[in-house]
C-alpha cells in the first residue's frame, strides 16, 4: 500500500465532523443516477423530487427500486406512492439539473415542486402520476413491495415498470439507452453532477475467453 | 411531445425480444456503479464478483444496500457474506475494467477469481473478506439486515461500513471523494462503461433561494 493512503475503522467514522461523514459517506457507494420522482396526492396536488437512490432490480419482469429516507425532503413522496400506488422516475439532463436540485428544498405539502421550480407536467391515460415533460427518460411505475429497513428505518420500495417513454434516437437497436447521447447526468455525493463519455462496451464473460471491446 | 418518441406498455414491455428487453431495462434506472466484491468461504477460498446494483442507504450510521439476483453469476458472494458475516467492496477504475467484467464469469466455486483475472487480494485486521488491492477504494462492511423480495426473489442485503482504505489524495476537505481524479467508471446496462467529466457541485436546496454553482 501507498504511504499516503487513509485508513478509517469503524470508530474514526463514527468520530468524524457531521458534515464531512455526510460527504464521504455519501459519495463512497460510487456514482449514482439522478431521478426525478412524480407522484400526485388524492387531492391532485403534484409532487416532484429529486432521488439518488433508484436502483435496476430485475428485467423479467422489469423492476426498480428506491431507496426513501425517513425524514429526508421528499416525504410527500413517499405518502403519495402508497395512497395513490403509482410513480414516474424520469432522468435527469444536463440543462435542467439546477431546477432538478431545487426540487430537494423543503416546500409545503400543497404546494407543487413543478410550479415552483418550473418544469412541466405531463400525463398519460396509463398511471394517475406526472411526468416531467422535459425528461428524455420517462418511466412509469406501480408500488408492488416495500420494505422498512431496520437499520435506519429508511423505507425500501420496488415498483414495476408499466410504461416507458423515451425518444427512439436514443434506443439502440439492441435496447441498449443511449444516456449520454441524452446529456442525462450522473451524481456522486450530495451535490455533485457529472457528465459522461462512453469507455465501451464489453463482451460477454464466459471462463476461459478473453474480454473484447465490442462497441 | 415530439413525433419520434416511442411509447412502451405493459403489454408492449412483456413482447420485447428477451435480449433487447435485458439490455433496455438494465439500462432504464439510469448510471449505476461499478462495485467488486470480496468475499472469502470458510474453506478460505476467495470470491470477486462485479456488482452494479450498489445504493446508498444512509451516513449515520454509514450503511450501504446491495441487490444480488437469485441465479445471477456471482451466486456464491451471497453465500460467503451470509457464512462470515463480512465483505468488501471496490471501486472499478478504468485502467481493470476487463478483469473486473470478466469475474462475471460463471467459474466453479473452488476457484479464486483474484487469481483467474489477475488481481491482487488484500487483507486488513479488521475483517476476513479481501480486497482488490488495485482499488482505488475500498470498503468493508459487516452484513446487518437482509431481505428477500417477493417479485422476484432477489436478495437485498444492508451492510454497515467498518473501514475505509482510500489515498489521501482522493478525499476532498470537506469529505467528498473525488472519484473522477481516481479514474472510477460508471456504468449503463450490463457491460457499458464511461469515464466522467464534473458538471459542479450545486448549493444546499433552500425555498426561495436560487441554486448557484458552488465547485
Known sequence: MKQDVIF???EDLKKLDKEFRRNFINSLSGY???NLCGTVNKKGI???AIFNTVIHIGSEPPLIGMVIKPSSVPRDTLSNIIETGYYTLNHVAEEFIFKAHQTAARY???KSEFEIVKLRPFFTKTLP???AEESPVKIGLRLIEQFRLKSNRSTFIVGEVIE???PSSLILNDGLLNLSLAHVVASSGIDTYYATQKIGRLSYPSPGKDID???
Chains 1, 2 share one sequence.
Open 46 to 48: 403534484t409532487n416532484l
Open 8 to 10: 478509517f475503522g469503524s
Open 129 to 131: 402520476a406526472p411526468y
Open 108 to 110: 409545503d405539502s400543497n
Open 164 to 166: 416507458t417513454i423515451i
Open 32 to 34: 449514482r443516477s439522478v
Open 213 to 215: 471491446l465490442i462497441g
